[in-house]
């Protein structure tokens, strides 16, 4: 991490949150029961979900913001009239939250719970994608939603918003990939969070990364709600709401579901036609001991 963020050094010193590190009870804590959900269906709709400095809340459901355009989502930390810094939601999707105390290391006085600012990257008209810096890949970066006037193209190509490289002492990039009108601008949004010992020598514990797409299944099971959250490393193509001349359903989402003995993560989409929404997920569980 270089310096004293562990975690992306470049960024760390936008808004980013510190807090000793105390862990709390995951039975009583960090079950099904305690994820908070935030809905929103319209721009006008934007809601404020809980305190930034106590919970972790990232974006879960990304669908188009109209019949014939787009994903608008943000998830981002804002400040309130009081001076203080909260979770935020607006556009059309969905938002979780999970108590930051669920999340622990082994190391010590040493070990430390970081919160980063707000990352955004932005392309306009059709070319070239636009990274742009979040914290180092010891921490994990959620994408946190996307805003494209439309995405109705392969997202492996164009029409997307993701993390992509990073390493343990560098920063990962948070890029967007879009080709548009000349007059349109595309941007994807992001947080970074880090948990354990800072100084780049961190392996943040995460699963197997799953892709939702053409040929793929419409849902994969992942980990227990208990042992961590699950959340989307890249969004798009064909999240957009007409494709190909179809109208019709198109999300993706992480969501709780019971499964015969407890509740798993889901990440699922929906299963039009044509091109099926495109999007990739993982979680990072709340163990993260060495």
Not at 54 to 79: M, N, Q
Not at 159 to 175: A, I, M, N, W
Not at 189 to 217: C, D, E, I, M
Request: charged share 15%; proline share 5%; net charge negative.
């Amino acid at each position: 991490m270089g310096d004293e963020s562990g975690a992306g050094a470049a960024n760390r010193g936008v808004g980013s949150t510190s807090l000793e590190l105390a862990t709390c009870s995951a039975a009583a804590n960090c079950d099904y029961s305690h994820v908070l959900q935030y809905n929103v269906d319209s721009i006008e709709n934007a809601k404020w979900g809980p305190p930034a400095n106590d919970y972790l809340c990232w974006a879960t459901r990304v669908e188009p913001s109209y019949s014939g355009g787009g994903p608008k989502l943000t998830v981002k930390t804002a400040i309130n009239r009081d001076g203080v810094s909260y979770w935020h939601i607006e556009g059309v999707g969905r938002m979780s939250c999970v108590k930051q105390c669920c999340f622990g290391s082994n190391g010590g006085s040493a070990d430390v719970r970081w919160l980063s600012g707000n990352f955004s990257s932005s392309q306009a008209g059709c070319g070239s994608p636009v990274d742009s810096n979040a914290w180092w890949a010891d921490a994990v970066t959620l994408v946190q939603g996307v805003d494209f006037p439309q995405m109705d193209h392969a997202g492996g190509a164009k029409d997307s918003g993701r993390t992509v490289g990073g390493s343990q002492t560098s920063p990962v990039q948070l890029r967007t990939d879009y080709c548009g009108g000349s007059n349109s601008t595309a941007r994807t949004y992001a947080n970074s969070f880090f948990v354990g010992v800072p100084g780049g020598g961190h392996l943040k514990k995460t699963s197997t990364q799953r892709t939702l797409g053409y040929g793929s299944p419409t849902s994969y099971k992942m980990v227990p709600v208990s042992q961590g959250v699950c959340y989307f490393e890249r969004l798009g193509g064909y999240i957009d709401g007409n494709v190909a001349g179809q109208n019709g359903t198109r999300w993706v989402k992480i969501e709780p579901v019971w499964d015969v003995d407890d509740y798993y993560w889901y990440f699922s989409r929906s299963d039009p036609y044509y091109y099926p929404p495109e999007a990739t997920a993982r979680c990072y569980y709340y163990n993260q001991s060495q």
